[in-house]
């Protein structure tokens, strides 16, 4: 299983930015796929989770500014993330499972700046 993320960057408060995920090696129509962040000096968080038919669900902390997405044809996990905050700044990992055994991605960095 491999999960390569990419389209993080700089970007100042206010802005917008998307992230990606490419997803191999796992039926992944059938698979849930999440989005986790991790600032510095803190633990990793769960930020928005999509499942296999589309629901989706949020950190409250990114409702209504952060919007997940998947394209199966694609086999790929978005995240749109809009109004960003300095406290959006982290480390963004993608993440799904297998069997009982959870795989992540490389993680892609996005830093909320003026």
């Known amino acids: 299983v491999q999960l390569q993320a990419s389209g993080g960057g700089l970007v100042q408060p206010g802005g917008s930015l998307r992230v990606s995920c490419k997803v191999r090696?796992?039926?992944?129509?059938?698979?849930?796929l999440a989005w986790y962040r991790q600032a510095p000096g803190k633990q990793r968080e769960l930020v928005a989770g999509?499942?296999?038919?589309?629901?989706?669900n949020y950190a409250d902390s990114v409702k209504g500014r952060f919007t997940v997405s998947r394209d199966n044809i694609w086999r790929t996990v978005y995240l749109q993330m809009n109004s960003l905050r300095e406290e959006d700044t982290g480390v963004y990992y993608c993440?799904?499972?297998?069997?009982?055994?959870?795989?992540w991605g490389q993680g892609t960095l996005v830093t909320v700046s003026s």
């Open positions: 993440k799904t499972k297998r069997g009982g055994d959870d795989y």
């Open positions: 090696g796992i039926n992944f129509g059938m698979a849930a």
């Open positions: 999509i499942s296999s038919d589309g629901t989706t």
